[in-house]
């Protein structure tokens, strides 16, 4: 009965260091731009190529605010609903995938402090975006200015912030 017992804790023990050791880089990516269909129910816009009446494009947040920020609100311009997504620590990103008319030219965000006290809220025109629009928040705990980048790639976004840090 005691080797049964001791061999359970190894097991126990080894799956508990075999799962610490994986990295887990799971990637939340929120979607905005969705359809009502005749039941009622929303559903996400699928992103085809013969769907010319939609632009699918990224939304990047940058916080360059030396302050945590709680949480994201885009107001999604299809369906007027608001859609939270996570908040992000300072100097980090979050991009949400957009499937948007191609009449949109602004989007509506707003972003929020830990206890969910609304922090700042703005209109950005996004008519120059064909495929990326990244807003690089900037301030000392205060939202001073927003940096508006347009066509770049995640990648490239970070070298430009990296340069502009040096």
Not at 67 to 75: F, N
Not at 79 to 99: H, K, R
């Amino acid at each position: 009965m005691r080797n049964k017992v001791i061999l359970l804790y190894i097991i126990v023990l080894a799956t508990m260091l075999v799962g610490c050791n994986k990295k887990v880089e799971d990637k939340t990516v929120y979607i905005i731009g969705k359809t009502v269909n005749q039941e009622g129910s929303s559903e996400t816009v699928k992103q085809e190529p013969e769907k010319s009446d939609n632009k699918n494009i990224e939304i990047g947040f940058v916080n360059k605010l030396s302050a945590e920020i709680g949480m994201i609100s885009v107001i999604d311009p299809v369906t007027d609903e608001q859609v939270n997504v996570d908040g992000i620590l300072d100097g980090e990103m979050i991009v949400i995938g957009a499937a948007l008319p191609k009449d949109v030219n602004e989007i509506e965000w707003a972003i929020y402090n830990k206890k969910g006290e609304l922090y700042s809220s703005s209109i950005t025109d996004i008519t120059k975006a064909t495929e990326s629009v990244f807003l690089i928040l900037k301030g000392n705990s205060t939202l001073e200015d927003i940096e508006v980048i347009f066509d770049k790639t995640e990648d490239e976004v970070k070298e430009i912030i990296k340069d502009t840090d040096e």
